[in-house]
């Protein structure tokens, strides 16, 4: 009987804590001759100890110097991700203690839990982070009490990570999207082909406007009127040879007062063009003259009827005017048909006549700009140039886009979008330095494209030039293509100090020395391949290539627009 007792003791012992592996097996008998030996126990347990933790760490630091050859953000987001790993454990742990069964994901879940709801609570509403917003929010475009939505979102192909040594790499591994803020004036810099209307065009599909909010878009090439690239919101094209509608000047104001301003938009002088002032001011004078005789003449005036009127001879034109009282120095600046400085400022202002009114901009319409920015009803105006006749209609087109930023200024309560690609072609913009700099306080948010610095300079004084690409916080630096926008990339950028060691004059010596270097060197710029950019912000830039709309998946594409 004895030995059955044993044996069935044997058996519970054996199956209480069954060996289920070698390192167990080797480790219970260890065990077993350190307990029948107590010299043994003093040797083999700490050894056994050490073994356990070192074994580990050997295997984390080789697997941590691994990744760290492949490049250094992958070691360091092993380490941060094993401890991650670690402390979910230990919460789970801790749970089954408690009495509750938790698994590691269980663990995880807790250990983000905190995060989550402090950048939650820190930002708002989690479609508004500035991090990581596609993982956290894909597609949430929903406005806030102010108005505001979500950022734009520009979707990455590749990450360059520059390094001190140059660039450690690209990735193609599904690049998080790079966030912009709405309000925000953006700059997009680059030459021809460095993709700069396909970014646009990204950020054309992300216009998150209401009915009611205005966006105007200047189209210097005929590529932004498509509606699909709005959501399928109605596009009003304005354009000299025969757009969606025909404009009537007549209808930009409310009363007369208001003719004096659109004079001195419609008559001005290029910064290249050599006038006489004087001259330049009467034929403002004569303009305006003619609008407020035909407003008081004509139930509803056209721009025919101001074509018309200019047609007529210097005679004519003084009798005209001269029938209203408050009119008459202004005829005195026309005077008889022998008055050669009346034939002078008729000189002058014929052809600001002949490029304005020209086209379909000469032909009967009821469609004003003002009306447009003021009552929306949800459609998008494009005013396209028409590349081909664009001299000749610079100063009307100038007029709508000057216009439109005026009153899109003019009303705070509600956003209004100015997409202006290539404006640098369209001089003596006004209102422009007031959209880039204060256009954030009064809710106009602009997208501003330009080929290059050089050109802004020729038509804006270099003070005026800065002071626009200065109020752009936000720029999307593709392959400049002149020395002005090179310079204005490093200086946006900025340079580095960097420090080696050379030999120091003397007894052979070595001393540290400091030098200052440009991140990006102008042949690393003048390389850039089309849709490579760097994207600055206030916090900072990023490096990498813009995906174009065609490349992206559907999701993707609803990510941006926000599934409309």
Not at 379 to 408: C, M, N, Y
Not at 539 to 548: A, C, I, L, Q, S
């Amino acid at each position: 009987m004895p030995p059955r007792k044993s044996s069935r003791k044997h058996e519970r012992r054996s199956r209480s804590k069954p060996v289920s592996s070698v390192s167990d097996l080797l480790t219970a008998g260890a065990l077993s001759a350190a307990l029948r030996n107590p010299l043994m126990a003093l040797i083999l347990i700490p050894v056994l100890l050490f073994a356990a933790l070192l074994v580990p760490v050997v295997l984390v630091v080789m697997v941590q110097n691994a990744l760290y050859l492949i490049h250094p953000v992958f070691g360091s987001l092993f380490i941060i991700g094993l401890f991650v790993v670690l402390i979910a454990v230990l919460i789970a742990k801790a749970g089954n203690v408690l009495g509750y069964d938790y698994s590691t994901r269980d663990g995880l879940a807790f250990l983000l839990m905190p995060l989550l709801l402090a950048i939650s609570l820190a930002k708002g509403q989690l479609g508004r982070f500035e991090l990581l917003p596609s993982q956290l929010a894909p597609g949430l475009r929903s406005k806030d009490g102010s108005g505001e939505s979500g950022p734009f979102l520009l979707p990455m192909s590749a990450t360059y990570w520059n390094e001190m040594d140059g660039y450690g790499g690209m990735f193609d591994i599904g690049s998080p999207p790079v966030p912009l803020k709405r309000n925000y004036s953006t700059l997009v810099l680059g030459e021809p082909g460095a993709g700069k209307t396909t970014t646009i065009n990204l950020l054309l599909r992300q216009m998150d406007a209401d009915p009611d909010e205005p966006v105007v878009v200047f189209d210097y090439k005929s590529e932004f009127d498509d509606p699909e690239l709005y959501g399928g919101r109605e596009v009003t094209v304005l354009s000299v040879t025969g757009g969606d509608v025909n404009w009537n000047v007549f209808r930009e104001t409310e009363n007369e007062g208001e003719y004096q301003e659109i004079a001195e938009k419609l008559v001005d002088v290029d910064k290249d063009q050599n006038r006489n002032e004087f001259f330049v001011e009467a034929a403002r004078e004569l303009m305006r003259g003619a609008m407020i005789h035909l407003d008081r003449e004509n139930a509803h005036p056209t721009n025919r009827e101001l074509v018309e009127f200019f047609d007529m001879t210097q005679e004519e034109i003084y009798e005209a005017l001269k029938s209203h009282v408050d009119l008459r120095r202004v005829a005195e600046q026309v005077g008889g048909p022998n008055d050669r400085t009346g034939k002078d400022v008729l000189a002058t202002v014929r052809p600001f006549v002949s490029k304005t009114f020209t086209g379909s901009f000469s032909d009967v319409g009821g469609f004003s700009v003002r009306n447009y920015v003021n009552d929306p009803r949800g459609r998008v105006l494009v005013i396209q140039a028409e590349i081909s006749q664009f001299e000749r209609t610079k100063p009307a087109i100038r007029f709508f886009v000057d216009w439109a930023i005026q009153h899109g200024l003019a009303d705070p309560t509600r956003n209004s979008y100015f997409v202006l690609d290539e404006f640098q072609r369209v001089p003596n913009l006004r209102n422009i330095e007031n959209l880039t700099g204060a256009g954030r306080a009064q809710h106009a948010q602009a997208i501003l494209g330009l080929q290059g610095i050089t050109q802004l300079e020729a038509n804006y004084d270099e003070g005026l030039a800065n002071a626009i690409v200065a109020g752009a916080t936000q720029e999307i630096l593709m392959r400049p293509g002149d020395r002005q926008s090179i310079k204005h990339i490093q200086r946006s950028i900025g340079s580095r100090i960097v420090e080696h060691e050379q030999e120091a004059p003397g007894f052979g010596e070595r001393e540290i020395v400091q030098e200052e270097i440009q991140d990006f060197s102008e042949r690393e710029l003048r390389r850039f391949e089309p849709g490579e950019t760097i994207i600055n912000t206030p916090k900072g830039f990023v490096h990498g290539r813009v995906k174009r709309w065609e490349d992206l998946a559907a999701h993707e594409r609803d990510r941006l627009t926000g599934s409309r």
